[in-house]
């Protein structure tokens, strides 16, 4: 639904048309609810039609935070790679 959502707005109905063969209508909507309490999708109303469409704001959040996580973990590897490099080098030093 995001993807779907990330090329412009689209109503409800339009965006349970695909998942309608394995989804139920109210399943599909409760997830949609799921996505905008997550404040992902922004729900309007506009008399029976009602419009979503992404909110991106939070998804560039927690992509900046994963990437400062993908940074600490890499300094982490490559202080435990040095780490194992030293104690490889101890280890055929003493054979």
């Not at 399943?27 to 992404?54: F, M, S, Y």
């Not at 982490?76 to 790679?81: M, N």
Request: hydrophobic share 40%.
């Amino acid at each position: 639904m995001l993807a779907r959502l990330s090329h412009g707005e689209a109503n409800v109905s339009d965006l349970a048309k695909p998942f309608l063969k394995n989804m139920s209508l109210p399943a599909v909507t409760k997830h949609l609810r799921v996505l905008e309490n997550a404040g992902l999708v922004l729900k309007g109303r506009d008399a029976q039609w009602r419009p979503c469409q992404i909110d991106g704001e939070p998804i560039k959040e927690a992509i900046s935070w994963m990437e400062s996580q993908r940074l600490i973990v890499e300094e982490s590897l490559d202080r435990l790679d040095v780490y194992l490099k030293t104690v490889a080098s101890k280890k055929s030093k003493g054979k």
